[in-house]
């Protein structure tokens, strides 16, 4: 069974499936993967913020459209 995780960064689909290391951070992905090094990483433990993305996400089964924050 293959599973993938579609989400979007800036307008751009992405599709991650089980080839990605299991170690790699949202983080990483957005720096290394995307070459979008505006996200910082400072403690690597999401205490200082420097790393904290926003997520926009529909819940299911409402539809309800939630936003948060996540530390990358």
Known sequence: MST???????????????????????????RYVLALPGTKAMCHEGGCGSCIVMVRAKRYPSGIVETFSVNS
Request: net charge positive; glycine share 4%; hydrophobic share 30%.
């Open 4 to 30: 993938k995780i579609e989400f979007t960064v800036n307008g751009k689909k992405c599709t991650v499936d089980e080839n990605l290391r299991r170690e790699t951070t949202l983080n990483a992905y957005l």
